[in-house]
């Protein structure tokens, strides 16, 4: 079976990029693409010899225009996988349908708690035990989509935000690359309900407990 060809999308730092660059995917990475011309993340693309182009969104007039000039770049690289890593626009319901079923994102939180932005500052008002990261694939609706995999970490007594989210992100590393490369391998399939069904999916693990109990 051929390499897929992905197409990673990123609006800054790009760790989750480099995560996934680093996986040793059965992918072809056909290009990484920013809508910010200073991203952090083109350099270590570009420092990998990869395919690299900005798609500047305040050269457009609006989310239609410049998500069709998207568009138009990711098709250059006939992409079969698209992977939002921490890109940070909103997508046209357009432009989700057309990549419906081969558009990831990673959302720092357990969706379907805490979408949108500032998730681990929320999580800590909110007071929750446990938090962490998801995989997912992209719909209509922000930071809904079918899940494909979820990680979890305890939330500490003390934790800053900065300290909850380079926990989270922690595992952003881990299940991001997992995701892709169940993609990759065929093994993804949406149930009629709405589900993601994983075949042959490892056995899962026993609670993560926060704080453990006691008895
Ligand atoms: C990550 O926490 C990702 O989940 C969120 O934005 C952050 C991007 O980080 N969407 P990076 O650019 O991948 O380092």
């Known amino acids: 079976m051929a390499d897929k060809n992905v197409v990673i999308l990123i609006s800054g730092r790009g760790s989750n990029m480099e995560a996934l660059l680093e996986a040793n995917l059965p992918a072809r990475v056909a290009a990484v693409i920013s809508n910010e011309p200073g991203a952090r993340g083109l350099d270590a693309a570009r420092?990998?010899?990869l395919p690299t182009a900005v798609v500047d969104h305040r050269a457009f007039g609006n989310r239609a225009a410049f998500d069709a000039a998207l568009a138009n770049e990711i098709d250059r690289h006939s992409?079969?996988?698209v992977l939002l890593a921490g890109f940070m626009r909103?997508?046209?319901?357009a432009f989700v349908r057309a990549?419906?079923?081969r558009l990831l994102n990673i959302h720092p939180s357990l969706l379907p708690a805490f979408p949108g932005l500032d998730t681990h500052r929320r999580a800590l008002q909110a007071g929750v035990r446990i938090h962490?990261?998801?995989v997912h694939f992209v719909t209509v609706e922000l930071d809904h989509g079918p899940i494909i995999i979820q990680a979890a970490v305890p939330v500490l007594p003390d934790d800053t935000e900065d300290a909850l989210a380079a926990r989270v992100l922690n595992e952003e590393h881990r299940i991001y690359p997992q995701a892709v490369r169940w993609f990759c391998e065929g093994r993804l399939s949406l149930t009629p309900d709405g589900r993601v069904g994983?075949?042959?999916a490892p056995a899962p693990m026993?609670?993560?407990i926060?704080?453990?109990a006691e008895t």
């Open 47 to 49: 420092r990998r010899n």
């Open 206 to 208: 026993h609670a993560l």
């Open 99 to 101: 990549y419906e079923g």
């Open 79 to 81: 992409a079969h996988l």
């Open 90 to 93: 909103i997508l046209t319901a």
């Open 210 to 212: 926060s704080p453990p």
């Open 198 to 200: 994983i075949a042959c």
């Open 132 to 134: 962490g990261c998801t």
